[in-house]
């Protein structure tokens, strides 16, 4: 893919992704091919401050699990009252990363 | 990847042994400070959580009191059930060295996010809840 295209990708998502996947997503995605770039550009990825400001409000009920595609885990943070409170807390500190890395296994799926 | 192909058996075993513990506070009456809860949603806005009122729930499941349980809160029920299977399960997969209980998990989480099944049970959390309030757990 055009070099130019590839760095205004990472430019305008580099919020979405991790600071290490950076360099990875970055040459995957000059080695493939043009015809990836129509999904690429419309892609929608999970917004790590939404799922901050979710996990601070409403927490305990794992709603902002929920939000970025972990269900499993949010039932489980529901069931227990945000886990004995204490992962709920845990999950202020956490969710961010959590919605980095769900949409990196997003994107993984196009370049890969 | 290895951390992550068995993070899910680490988190549960992890949430079970922390559930039982848990259990065998409140059964010896152990609290570390009075007046205080777990819940994040009472202890902030003084109104109970919809799974408030779990571990009542399941310490009278254990005595054999099961419509008391279902009165207290009926998710006690489902976490007890879930309690008691997953710590089996969990032996089960690493004595037979297959990934059942994960590749269950991902079948359920598939089912889940589905709108036909995902709605009714966002609504029966709701009803559940508004239950709970009325009880004042």
Sequence with gaps: ???????????????????????????????????????LSTMQFHEPTT?????????SLGIDRFMIG????????????????????????????????????KIQQILY | ML????????????????????????????????????CLIKT???IPCPSCGATRSILLLFQGEFLKALMINPIGIIVAGIMLITPFWICFDILTKQKTLMNFYLQIE??????????????????NWSWNIIKEL
């Design chain 2, 44 to 46: 902030i806005m003084n």
């Design chain 1, 51 to 59: 799922s901050l400001i979710v996990s601070i409000l409403a927490g």
């Design chain 1, 70 to 105: 972990d269900t499993g885990l949010g039932v489980g943070k529901l069931l227990t009252c945000g886990g004995l409170g204490i992962w709920a807390i845990i999950d202020w500190f956490m969710i961010q990363k959590a919605a980095r890395e769900k949409n990196m296994q």
């Design chain 2, 3 to 38: 951390f992550k192909n068995y993070r899910l058996y680490i988190i549960l075993s992890f949430a079970c042994i922390v559930g039982y513990v848990w259990l065998l506070l409140n059964l010896l009456h152990i609290r570390t400070v009075q007046g205080t809860h777990a």
């Design chain 1, 1 to 39: 893919m055009d070099a130019q295209k590839v760095d205004m990708f990472i430019m305008t998502n580099s919020k979405y992704f991790e600071a290490y996947h950076l360099n990875t997503i970055r040459e995957r995605l000059l080695a493939i091919d043009d015809s990836k770039w129509a999904i």
């Design chain 2, 110 to 127: 598939i089912y889940l996010k589905k709108a036909f099944i995902a709605i009714p049970l966002v609504i029966l959390i709701l009803l």
